[in-house]
Nanobody, 124 residues
Framework: QVHLAESGGGLVQAGGSLRLSCAAS????????MGWFRQAPEKEREFVAA???????YYADSVKGRFTISRDNAKNTVYLQMNSLKPEDTAVYYC??????????????????WGQGTQVTVSS
């Protein structure tokens, strides 16, 4: 089992930037695929970005070109740099981890560990 703790959320104006961090503990971080998902009020949780243990990255079309996911295995931390934020990016952002799965990185049931989430609010 892995413990995940997100930080870095907040309130920002449209066009602004935020960087989310997710610190992992409890098992060998470098062997995990790491993902970011988000959930807006009254909407289903959706895939945002993921980075596999080998470093390959994936993005939802809605954030491609604006968000960047990265990982620092020495610090057991995954980041989500969010630029050119839009009001529709407002949501609770969740960090998640999985190991040994060949499922598509955006498939929620393939992840077995989730953080508590951090709120991101983008004002217009």
């Amino acid at each position: 089992q892995v413990h995940l703790a997100e930080s870095g959320g907040g309130l920002v104006q449209a066009g602004g930037s935020l960087r989310l961090s997710c610190a992992a503990s409890g098992r060998t971080f470098s062997r995990d695929d790491m993902g970011w998902f988000r959930q807006a009020p009254e909407k289903e949780r959706e895939f945002v970005a993921a980075v596999r243990s080998g470093g390959i990255t994936y993005y939802a079309d809605s954030v491609k070109g604006r968000f960047t996911i990265s990982r620092d295995n020495a610090k057991n931390t995954v980041y989500l740099q969010m630029n050119s934020l839009k009001p529709e990016d407002t949501a609770v952002y969740y960090c998640t981890a999985r190991r040994g799965s060949t499922d598509w990185v955006g498939r929620i049931p393939s992840y077995d560990n989730w953080g508590q989430g951090t709120q991101v609010t983008v004002s217009s």
